[in-house]
């Protein structure tokens, strides 16, 4: 059996592994953001009103929704596998998500409702009881655990739209042709988005809430962003049908391709059933409990 500190390890990596996935792979989020207006200027590709206006009115719509489905892969600087994965999400009125990743060959399954996220990992099924669920309870964890419920919080802050909104804002959106994309015929564009552009916005505009315009600052300094690359392909129906982003960071580039369908379609997430729950979050506070006192000894000693 692992030692406390290694299960705590593995689980505080499980719950990270679905804040990122929220913030950003999907792109998840919450509802109540308002539309895209107050556009900014012609931007450093030559955007124009034309185009602005045109993915601003996608954003607006896809906003709308409430509920979107996504597949999509990313790509880390070292991996040399990228993580797939599938997700169907409801961004209004509350927060609700589940999706299936594959890493590194393993199938890893996560659900976020409310404060409450399920994690389906099954190298992790002897350290729970043979149970197929771990539950971190964002509300009643503490310690570097309870640092989670502010990121999960971050998260939900963003929708599927929140960066492409901040990218309509700066101004830096540019048409660059047109395609089929998943049997749709698109319209390709894009832009780059930097630290210094999220700087300059404001809340007053309209695009993005104060809230979400820190959150943004804050994901792309703690990840060390210094540009991100954003295509977007938008249906004939107005809607956004792929995203790609590119971004540069101080470990190299991370990549991602995320397909976005079934906008404002009924989706079905709930909670897995009790008995094959097993409670993680009193077993990893105790542990990093352990943990402390443990150092706390060694270090009067």
């Known amino acids: 059996m692992m030692g406390t500190k290694a299960r705590f390890g593995i689980g505080a990596a499980a719950a990270s592994l679905a804040v990122l996935a929220v913030a950003g792979c999907s792109g998840s989020g919450s509802s109540g953001t308002g539309g895209v207006t107050g556009l900014g200027g012609g931007g450093t590709n030559g955007g124009g009103s034309a185009a602005l206006s045109l993915v601003a009115d996608a954003m607006n719509k896809a906003n709308s929704a409430g509920t ?22 409801q961004y ?14 393993q199938s890893l399954s996560e659900i976020l409702i409310g404060d409450k996220i399920y994690m389906d990992y099954p190298a992790l099924s002897s350290e729970m009881g043979g149970k197929q ?3 971190i309870d964002l509300t009643q964890a503490n310690g570097s655990l309870g640092s989670l419920s502010s990121l999960v919080d971050s998260a939900k802050n963003q929708n599927p739209t929140t960066q492409i909104s901040a990218l309509v804002a700066s101004g830096d959106v540019a048409k660059v042709g047109t395609g089929t994309v998943d049997g749709q015929q698109t319209t390709h564009y894009s832009g780059t988005l930097t630290p210094g552009e999220l700087a300059t916005l404001s809340a007053k505009s309209g695009q993005l809430s104060a809230s979400q315009i820190s959150t943004l600052k804050s994901l792309m300094q703690t990840g060390g962003v210094s540009s991100e690359k954003i295509d977007l392909w938008i249906s004939s129906s107005g809607l956004p049908v792929e995203m790609k982003y590119s971004s540069k960071t101080s470990a190299g580039t991370v990549t991602g391709d995320m ?17 094959q729950v097993y409670d ?19 270090s009067s000693g």
Do not use: F
Request: aromatic share 2%; hydrophobic share 45%; no cysteine.
């Open 92 to 105: 209004s009125p509350e927060v609700e998500m589940s999706m299936t990743m594959q890493v590194n060959g």
């Open 259 to 275: 397909h976005m369908s079934d906008w404002g379609a009924s989706v079905a997430i709930g909670a897995p059933p009790a008995s």
């Open 68 to 89: 979107v489905k996504i597949t999509g892969t990313v790509t880390e600087p070292g991996v040399t596998n990228p993580v797939t994965m599938t997700a169907q999400e």
């Open 133 to 135: 669920w771990g539950e």
């Open 280 to 298: 993680m979050t009193s077993a990893l506070t105790g542990a990093e409990a352990s943990a402390s006192a443990a150092a706390a000894a060694n």
